[in-house]
């Protein structure tokens, strides 16, 4: 018999971005205030009793299977839940742009987790949870759990933060994808002459004060980008400036770049779509 369940999967930016040393295991010890935002994928999961995994989406360039986060997800809870005799479906209707920095493969993920404990009634608590989906991704814990939070470590190691004051959003992203790895590389090798404030951040947001929070918003990886997309990142940046952004920023590794707007129109109402795919999106509440 055939169970399914359909979980929204949101987007995130990071407000902010700092990357620590190197660690022994390969990884970067990270610092970042973390954002959920409206725009979403639609997951559906179906419970099969045919033992095989599907992942399909809207979108014909993502992988398929195991190779799609969402399907790793899968596997992970089903292993760790003991349950290697069923099957699962994933249907994604993707919304998030791919290669972005808007942790679109992460968000999907963590609906699989979400779906699946719900599917199967297996009630994990949120410290399992997030432990599955730090076996599939470093921003798979976040994603389980969304809202505004100060993530450090690997991206898994959250602190709950008062929500972001409301406000607009536009995102623009440029036609153009960076590797996460070879950033990260090419960080390592580069001199960052500008890092994020993340206290003034964390203090902004205790305050709720907008202007305070987007002129705190700073990413490392802008500087570590080659020069032509640094460039680009720049204009962009600017051009939301003009536009009426009180601050603009790069999520992620990119290649997406945001401002924040006092209001939803006035985050509509800028029209930056010369650089790319645009989205006028609000803050969202945490959700588990
Ligand atoms: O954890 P995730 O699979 O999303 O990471 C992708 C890649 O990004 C890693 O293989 C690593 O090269 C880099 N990374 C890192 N430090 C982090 C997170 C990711 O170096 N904290």
């Known amino acids: 018999m055939e169970r399914g369940t359909r979980e929204l999967a949101f987007a995130k930016l990071n407000l902010t971005l700092d990357v620590g040393e190197k660690r022994p295991d390969g990884y970067h010890n990270m610092e ?23 992942v399909m989406s809207t979108d014909p360039n993502l992988p398929i299977g195991y190779h799609n ?88 190691l959250l602190t709950e933060l008062p929500p972001m004051p409301d406000c607009g959003i536009l995102i623009v992203k440029p036609d153009f994808s960076v590797s ?17 404030d993340t ?21 490392v990886f802008e500087e570590a980008l080659p020069e032509a997309e640094r460039r680009i990142i720049v204009d962009i940046k600017s051009a939301l400036l003009s536009a009426g952004a009180c601050g603009a920023c790069m999520t992620g590794t990119g ?12 985050a509509k109402e800028a029209d ?7 989205f006028a999106v609000s803050p969202v509440k945490k959700f588990a």
């Open 32 to 54: 970042m205030v973390m954002q959920s935002v409206s725009l979403c994928d639609v997951v559906d999961i179906t419970l099969t009793g045919d033992k095989a995994l599907k």
């Open 272 to 278: 930056l779509s010369r650089f790319g795919l645009t």
């Open 199 to 219: 206290g003034a951040a964390l203090d902004a947001l205790s305050s709720g004060d907008l202007k305070a929070l987007a002129g705190s918003m700073a990413n």
């Open 69 to 156: 986060l969402a399907g790793k997800a899968a596997v992970a809870f089903l292993d760790y839940v003991n349950e290697t005799e069923l099957g699962v479906e994933v249907y994604i209707t993707k919304n998030i742009p791919d290669r972005a920095g808007m942790a679109g493969g992460s968000a999907d993920a963590a609906a699989v987790i979400r779906g699946l404990d719900a599917l199967l009634d297996t009630h994990l608590t949120l410290e399992e949870l997030s432990h599955i989906g730090a076996l599939v991704g470093s921003d798979v814990p976040f994603c389980l759990v969304g809202g505004t939070a100060l993530a450090e470590g690997r991206g898994e």
């Open 180 to 196: 996460t790895p070879a950033l990260f590389a090419a960080l390592d090798g580069c001199r960052v002459t500008e890092r994020p």
């Open 255 to 266: 290649s997406a770049v945001f401002g924040v707007f006092p209001t939803l129109d006035d």
